[in-house]
């Protein structure tokens, strides 16, 4: 229910702040506190170095086949086409309720190129009786934050619910697109930083701070659940040059999946520091949760990272 919540206020906001986020330089950890055991996976190097495939496709006039993806219950979700824009790609999709409730259709665990979008996704409010042409949105910035150039693969599930109540009527079974890049396609990964976890299947490695143009900063963090579970990331006990501190993050991974997510920096001034160059230290404990049960799996011990001020 958070996650159903919190889709419509974030694909609002989103629409009107991705423009205002731009790349910038990252400032890489100096030093590493944190008892980890780097192990290699399949699709990544250890040493941080990006896998040898790389993207094999940059054309842009990448379609989708007209599919029908879910009907029942008098809700019928047909994909019609692919689009690129300006803010973002975006997968369209003609929606009927011939129902006699008023709908609320949303995307759960959003997967693109086997990377978890958690800001992009779909909101679509259909009445009953009534049909209407949405889309589900990718925007560019979390695109781009994953590396990825091409839409390849979209995966996702779908969940109905009654827009009055915000009762759940129906979910979907996993939702599986193929464009027309995907043949043949590979996705790149970029794995290089600091690895601050590696147990349980699941690695997060450190990519470094960079300045934000919305908040005051971001701990980039990259991360990969290589397990036949989800499971849900998150920081508690952060501190920042020594003092404790609101800041957190908090990562969604589905299973086999990956993801490029961040700590954001609020009110750098309230510890007297005027930007990301300022920020010595920065520490905390992760905690990697079922997501399903919400069962504990393990919770790390202080990972304390240590960044070089600039003078």
Same mark, same amino acid.
Not at 87 to 96: K, M, P
Not at 165 to 183: C, H, P, Y
Not at 257 to 263: E, F, I, L, R, W
């Given at each position: 229910?958070?996650?159903?919540?919190?889709?419509?206020?974030?694909?609002?906001?989103?629409?009107?702040?991705?423009?205002?986020?731009?790349?910038?330089?990252?400032?890489?950890?100096?030093?590493?506190?944190?008892?980890?055991?780097? #192990? %290699? #996976?399949?699709?990544?190097?250890?040493?941080?170095?990006?896998?040898?495939?790389? =993207? #094999?496709?940059?054309?842009?006039?990448?379609? /989708?086949?007209?599919?029908?993806?879910?009907?029942?219950?008098?809700?019928?979700?047909?994909?019609?086409?692919?689009?690129?824009?300006?803010?973002? %790609?975006?997968?369209?999709?003609?929606?009927?309720?011939?129902?006699?409730?008023?709908?609320?259709?949303?995307?759960?665990?959003?997967?693109? =190129?086997?990377?978890?979008?958690?800001?992009?996704?779909?909101? !679509?409010?259909?009445? $009953?009786?009534?049909?209407?042409? &949405?889309?589900?949105?990718? *925007?560019?910035?979390?695109?781009?934050?994953?590396?990825?150039? @091409?839409?390849?693969?979209?995966?996702? $599930?779908?969940?109905?619910? &009654?827009?009055?109540?915000?009762?759940?009527?129906? %979910? !979907?079974?996993? +939702?599986?697109? =193929?464009? !027309?890049?995907?043949?043949?396609? #590979?996705?790149?990964?970029?794995?290089?930083?600091?690895?601050?976890?590696?147990?349980?299947?699941?690695?997060?490695?450190?990519?470094?701070?960079?300045?934000?143009?919305?908040?005051?900063?971001?701990?980039?963090? *990259?991360?990969?659940?290589?397990?036949?579970?989800?499971?849900? +990331?998150?920081?508690?006990?952060?501190?920042?040059?020594? *003092?404790?501190?609101?800041?957190?993050?908090?990562?969604?991974?589905?299973?086999?999946?990956?993801?490029?997510?961040?700590?954001? /920096?609020? &009110? /750098? %001034?309230?510890?007297? /520091?005027?930007?990301?160059?300022?920020?010595?230290? +920065?520490?905390?404990?992760?905690?990697?949760?079922?997501?399903?049960?919400? &069962? @504990?799996?393990?919770?790390?011990?202080?990972?304390?990272?240590?960044?070089?001020?600039?003078?």
């Amino acid at each position: 229910m958070r996650k159903r919540i919190l889709t419509g206020i974030l694909l609002a906001a989103l629409t009107m702040a991705v423009t205002a986020c731009g790349s910038s330089e990252v400032k890489e950890a100096s030093g590493v506190d944190a008892d980890v055991s780097v #192990t %290699e #996976t399949e699709d990544t190097v250890s040493d941080g170095e990006e896998t040898e495939e790389k =993207n #094999t496709s940059s054309d842009t006039s990448v379609t /989708l086949e007209e599919t029908e993806i879910y009907n029942a219950d008098g809700v019928v979700v047909t994909v019609t086409g692919f689009d690129g824009g300006l803010l973002d %790609e975006e997968v369209n999709l003609s929606i009927t309720n011939d129902s006699e409730t008023n709908i609320l259709l949303t995307t759960s665990d959003l997967v693109v =190129n086997g990377y978890m979008l958690s800001s992009s996704g779909l909101y !679509s409010e259909v009445a $009953a009786g009534k049909a209407a042409n &949405d889309s589900i949105s990718l *925007y560019s910035s979390d695109l781009s934050a994953c590396g990825i150039d @091409t839409v390849a693969t979209i995966e996702f $599930a779908l969940t109905i619910s &009654d827009d009055d109540t915000w009762e759940t009527i129906a %979910e !979907s079974e996993r +939702i599986v697109l =193929n464009t !027309s890049a995907a043949d043949g396609f #590979t996705q790149s990964v970029d794995d290089s930083g600091d690895v601050i976890y590696d147990s349980n299947d699941v690695r997060v490695i450190c990519k470094g701070l960079k300045e934000d143009s919305i908040w005051d900063g971001e701990l980039v963090i *990259y991360a990969e659940n290589n397990s036949d579970r989800s499971v849900s +990331i998150y920081s508690e006990d952060v501190s920042v040059n020594g *003092y404790m501190e609101d800041e957190s993050f908090w990562i969604d991974l589905y299973q086999g999946t990956k993801a490029v997510d961040g700590m954001y /920096l609020l &009110d /750098l %001034e309230d510890l007297n /520091l005027e930007s990301v160059d300022d920020v010595e230290e +920065i520490a905390f404990s992760l905690v990697i949760v079922d997501e399903d049960t919400w &069962d @504990t799996i393990d919770t790390s011990d202080v990972i304390t990272l240590s960044f070089d001020a600039e003078e």
